[in-house]
């Protein structure tokens, strides 16, 4: 079996591990390239004394504002400047009027939330753009940017306890972070412009909370000129041409973190079938992709029964895929994982795991990442260990549990040919966040649990996991607490050696 599991192992760096440019030579991890322009937040300490200086003033009713640490993050141990406290967001509608030729957008964004604590000012996330103006429930309000921190003191303070309605009105053309070594955000790939924007890059398109500890409902109401499709996240509820342009509605009812959030805009072609348990598919692919299906998505129905079957009814009532061009993987946005059109078509150039579990992986993640969020980006194994796991059961499912001793067999070995980082604290930096030990010893952190409490507990684990935390998020301490309360097992060290420890733990 020597064969296909180097295979395996070389597909694994250019797929799954999207973000290892390096492509799969053990040692070395994806390195982040940031343009002079913009440093990404996790080298970004937000200077922060008192009075502060805006960088940019754009209308005459900007003020300086200070900007008050505490209110300006929420405390991740990684992207400590990502999200902001001080209040909870409970629905975001994002109304872009988009120019894909000039790659423009100009965007009114309302955002309704809560006070958590008595505010005079609130804080929000957005870099590069320009702001227009800014209400505070219907009344102007003075305004501050810092960098990517967008400060807005409203005309009376908002006690403790309140609902707040935010309306920011901006434009320009949206800058690309490169957190992980590519672009991220807004991306203009020429026929298509698309959105990913996993860890930190929401904040490139639309005024956030940008950690994933704040998920709120979305609405999309993108206008593009007439003759282009927009998909997004959630359910197309209207299409309503106008002068030149059509505007696309999308709904997104479930709590989604601004991460998971997306748009995608070209020349595209809807797919759709009935999907089991009444789960409606429809994939989005670029229109010279022709009317077909590609083969790895084929069987995405069987994927749905598998882990709906293995971890809970599926969280939402959509899912599938836009297909765009120029990302190296891809990447779970709620509902409609974005997935890299070259990868996509070189099914056949490399063995396991094949496109085809990169597919399934992506959609297990609906459940482990987008129904139950990391609480922190810390806990990023939580998303990737779990889908990489669910991965290796579509594998078990299709192929035998050969293949699936195999499988772990393969990338145990493979671990085990260089020190890496635990999988439980990879590092605070964005390209470590998805080192492959993220995924590969982080999905074998939950064999090595199978191994330890049995199938029947492992998945009674999983199902309480996804059922208690759905539509919000979980910690690693939480995840521990509760596989130890269904199994009534001491699994401390087992976690501890697996997530937390240089040393590669034995294989169960
Ligand atoms: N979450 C992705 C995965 O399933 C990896 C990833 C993170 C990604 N950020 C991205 C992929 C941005 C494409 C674009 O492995
Ligand atoms: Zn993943």
């Known amino acids: 079996m020597t064969g296909p599991r180097r295979v395996s192992l070389v597909a694994l760096g250019l797929l799954l591990l999207t973000a290892c440019s390096a492509g799969g030579s053990p040692p070395s991890t994806a390195t982040s390239t940031s343009p002079p322009t913009t440093s990404p937040a996790t080298t970004t300490t937000l200077a922060l004394p008192t009075t502060t200086t805006p960088t940019s003033t754009t209308t005459p009713t900007t003020t300086t504002l200070p900007i008050d640490p505490a209110l300006a993050g929420l405390g991740d141990p990684y992207f400590p400047t990502l999200g902001n406290s001080g209040y ?234 836009a297909v765009v061009p120029g990302m190296p993987g891809a990447l779970e946005n709620q509902t409609l994982t974005a997935f890299g059109r070259e990868i996509l078509e070189d099914q056949g150039a490399f063995g396991r795991p094949t496109v085809e579990e990169i597919v399934a992986h992506e959609l297990a993640h609906q459940w482990f990442g987008d129904s139950v969020s990391p609480a922190t980006w810390q806990d990023i194994w939580l998303n990737e260990g779990f889908a990489t796991f669910a991965q290796w059961l579509w594998v078990e499912h299709d192929l035998g549990r050969e293949a699936y001793d195999a499988t772990i067999a393969g990338n145990y070995e493979f671990l085990a040919g260089a020190p890496h980082p635990p999988p439980g604290d990879p590092g605070p930096d964005g390209s470590q966040m998805f080192h492959y030990s993220v995924y590969l ?68």
Do not use: C
């Open 88 to 321: 909870d967001v409970v629905a975001y509608i994002v109304a872009l009027t988009v120019d894909p030729d000039e790659n423009t957008i100009e965007g009114l964004a309302l955002i309704s939330g809560w006070a958590t604590q008595d505010l005079e000012t609130l804080n929000f996330d957005l870099l590069g753009l320009t702001v227009d103006s800014i209400e505070v429930d219907g009344v102007a309000a003075a305004f501050t940017r810092d960098g990517a921190e967008l400060v807005v003191r409203p005309r009376w303070h908002i006690p403790v306890g309140t609902a707040f309605h935010v309306e920011v009105a901006y434009h320009g053309t949206p800058e690309n972070l490169y957190t992980i070594g590519f672009p991220l955000g807004w991306v203009d790939a020429g026929d298509i412009t698309y959105v990913v924007a996993e860890p930190d890059a929401a904040r490139t398109w639309f005024p956030a909370n940008d950690h994933p500890a704040d998920k709120a409902h979305f609405t999309f109401h993108i206008t593009v000129p007439a003759g282009l499709t927009v998909a997004a996240n959630g359910t197309l509820v209207e299409v309503v041409p106008g002068d030149g342009v059509t505007r696309f509605t999308w709904e997104m009812p479930e709590q989604t973190a601004t991460y998971l959030a997306t748009v995608v805009i070209g020349n595209l072609i809807r797919l759709e079938r009935p999907g089991p348990g009444g789960v409606l598919l429809r994939d989005y692919l670029p229109a010279d992709m022709g009317n077909e299906l590609p083969a790895p998505l084929v069987r995405v129905p069987e994927m749905l029964e598998l882990y709906a079957g293995l971890f809970g009814p599926y969280p939402f009532t959509e899912y599938g895929h």
């Open 441 to 508: 010893r982080g999905g074998l952190t939950l064999h090595a649990l199978r191994v330890e409490v049995g199938d029947d507990t492992l998945f009674a684990i999983l199902r309480s996991w996804a059922e208690r935390h759905a539509y919000g998020n979980g910690s690693t301490p939480e995840f521990i607490a509760l596989a130890e309360e269904i199994s009534g097992a001491d699994l401390t060290a087992l976690f501890d050696a697996w997530l937390y420890q240089a040393q590669l733990p034995a294989l169960p």
